[in-house]
């Protein structure tokens, strides 16, 4: 699954790649401003063809799939990444609490599961689409301080573990917003920012339809 908000993550690899800041990076692609670039971070805005069609013009390297869909790999000829991940199937508060400490329920080896930690089967129904029996969730753990609006969590408090996508409250930058896909049957969630003891971002998800 990929979104507006995950551009951003996108165009961070790329300046790490390049070794530019957002701003020096829109000045190196020709940019007159690096205003665009940071709209990306907010999340008010996705890659547009013109701003992929013109880093590639820079960067002929880079590659227009993966910068407009994130799939595939960042480099032309690049070799395919294949990783093995745990994967996990229960309930997901005792898995993520102890996941070093049990046995998982089998291996996942994906090439776009390349940078998640863990693989998690959820029946949860809050963002799953209708029509689906469960859904395997390839997560990377987060700092809580790194945590990106518009992205899809597991957000940890010592109350609750709930998969959502996260909207910055307006009134209190102290507050992330937990939305639901389903928000008429599961309401917007307040969580104070400190008492985010785990963050788990969906890197992507592979939906089991009911059979």
């Known amino acids: 699954?990929?979104?507006?908000?995950?551009?951003?993550?996108?165009?961070?690899?790329?300046?790490?790649?390049?070794?530019?800041?957002?701003?020096?990076?829109?000045?190196?692609?020709?940019?007159?401003?690096?205003?665009?670039?940071?709209?990306?971070?907010?999340?008010?805005?996705?890659?547009?063809?013109?701003?992929?069609?013109?880093?590639?013009?820079?960067?002929?390297?880079?590659?227009?799939?993966?910068?407009?869909?994130?799939?595939?790999?960042?480099?032309?000829?690049?070799?395919?990444?294949?990783?093995?991940?745990?994967f996990f199937e229960g309930d997901i508060r005792r898995i993520l609490q102890s996941y070093n400490d049990i046995t998982p329920n089998g291996m996942f080896h994906l090439p776009y599961a390349c940078d998640c930690d863990i693989v998690v089967r959820t029946a949860d129904k809050a963002m799953a689409m209708p029509g689906t029996a469960a859904t395997d969730l390839f997560l990377k753990q987060s700092k809580v301080d790194e945590i990106v609006q518009g992205n899809e969590y597991i957000i940890c408090t010592d109350k609750e573990v709930l998969w959502r996508k996260l909207r910055s409250v307006k009134s209190n930058p102290d507050e992330w917003r937990l939305v639901a896909y389903d928000r008429a049957a599961y309401p917007d969630t307040i969580v104070n920012k400190a008492d985010i003891r785990d963050a788990w971002r969906v890197i992507t998800r592979m939906t089991i339809l009911v059979s």
């Open 1 to 86: 699954m990929t979104n507006k908000y995950n551009n951003w993550e996108r165009i961070e690899q790329i300046l790490a790649y390049t070794n530019h800041t957002a701003h020096s990076f829109a000045m190196s692609i020709g940019l007159t401003r690096s205003e665009n670039i940071y709209h990306i971070k907010r999340g008010n805005f996705g890659i547009s063809e013109d701003l992929a069609e013109r880093i590639v013009r820079y960067y002929p390297e880079i590659n227009p799939t993966w910068l407009l869909s994130g799939m595939g790999n960042m480099l032309r000829h690049s070799e395919p990444k294949c990783t093995t991940a745990p």
